[in-house]
């Protein structure tokens, strides 16, 4: 699978947009990327997942470059209550297609009044 | 509607102690995972099924490590002669079918402490 980098945390205010930007140098052209999203004590939660250009829905928007070697969630005009953890997942697991997941450390966002 | 479901939340047992860990996933969904969080990190694939079979354990770190589903809905981890390296936050989930794109829906975990 394609690992991922994506910082270790980030810090924000609220009302202000959050972009996070995770780099996957290794896509393989059948790799989806996919958001997770994990509050404290809770399970990760699916955000969004976008294959090129630009996917939105109501939560967020991801954007996806041409060569698709980084994508870049984008959360509008945060609120505390998305402090969380974020995870940038890259493609699923083609050698036995299992679609199991394989997380990084993710990113830390802490957002401040 | 109901989401995945995971009993015990929390468990804290003794060293060298046998526990299971229970999960119900989303009606109708036929794939289910295991995923174990320790601190800090983001989860670890440990098994998957598709219907009753474990289709990869590849993740299971060991062999005091097991899961089954026997009718296809309901899991139970198990694991045997529990140790302090076992302690962590046990995450389930379930995925409508076998498209393997399609989003997996988490449990809230089962914390394990070992004591």
């Known amino acids: 699978l394609a690992k991922t980098t994506q910082p270790i945390s980030m810090d924000s205010y609220e009302g202000q947009e959050v972009n996070i930007t995770c780099s996957h140098n290794?896509?393989?052209?059948?790799?989806?990327i996919t958001w997770y999203q994990q509050f404290p004590s809770q399970g990760p939660r699916f955000i969004i997942q976008?294959?090129?250009t630009k996917v939105t829905n109501e939560v967020a928007s991801l954007f996806i470059p041409a060569d698709r070697k980084s994508s870049t969630l984008s959360l509008p005009r945060v609120s505390l209550s998305d402090t969380a953890v974020y995870y940038c997942?890259?493609?699923?697991?083609?050698?036995?297609?299992?679609?199991?997941?394989?997380f990084g450390q993710g990113t830390t966002l802490q957002v401040k009044p | 509607g109901a989401g995945v479901s995971q009993t015990p939340s929390n468990k804290v047992t003794e060293k060298g102690k046998y526990v299971e860990l229970r999960c119900d996933p989303i009606?109708?969904?036929?794939?289910l995972y295991w995923y174990r969080q320790s601190l800090g990190q983001g989860p670890e694939f440990l098994i998957y099924?598709?219907?009753?079979?474990?289709?990869?354990d590849s993740g299971l770190p060991n062999d005091r490590f097991f899961a089954v589903r026997p009718e296809g809905s309901v899991s139970t981890l198990k694991i045997q002669r529990t140790e302090r390296g076992d302690s962590a936050v046990y995450l389930c989930?379930?995925?409508?079918?076998?498209?393997?794109?399609?989003?997996?829906?988490f449990g809230p975990g089962t914390r394990l402490t070992v004591l």
């Open positions: 989930a379930s995925r409508r079918d076998a498209a393997n794109t399609d989003t997996q829906y």
């Open positions: 290794n896509i393989a052209t059948n790799d989806y």
């Open positions: 976008g294959y090129k």
């Open positions: 997942l890259v493609g699923v697991d083609g050698s036995s297609n299992t679609g199991k997941l394989i």
């Open positions: 009606s109708g969904h036929t794939a």
């Open positions: 099924f598709q219907g009753t079979g474990a289709a990869d």
